[in-house]
């Protein structure tokens, strides 16, 4: 880390140079990178869960659906019998 203050000191002093650049521009572009890789990686799973969320309406509404036959089913049974 004593580089790097010993570059911006030069960078602050008007001196800029490639080494300068290089020092503090490397580490900034790999933290931007995994930034977007995490970025890339949280708009997937928003995606998966989306459509697993998706799947689960559509399977809560095909349970809905079969309970409401089993009870007009069961209703009609008891009617029968009375």
């Known amino acids: ?3 790097v203050e010993v570059q911006l000191q030069l960078i602050h002093g008007g001196t ?4 300068a650049i290089l ?3 490397t ?4 933290y931007l990178e995994r930034i977007e890789m995490e970025l890339t990686n949280t708009r997937n799973l928003l995606t998966d869960i989306e459509a ?3 799947d689960l ?3 809560m509404e095909h349970v809905e659906r079969i309970d409401r036959i ?3 089913d069961d209703k009609r049974d008891s009617d029968q019998h009375q």
């Open 57 to 59: 309406n559509n399977e």
């Open 52 to 54: 697993r969320q998706a």
């Open 1 to 3: 880390m004593r580089e």
């Open 27 to 30: 580490p900034l572009c790999n």
């Open 70 to 72: 089993l009870h007009k």
């Open 23 to 25: 020092m503090l521009m």
């Open 16 to 19: 800029i140079n490639r080494t």
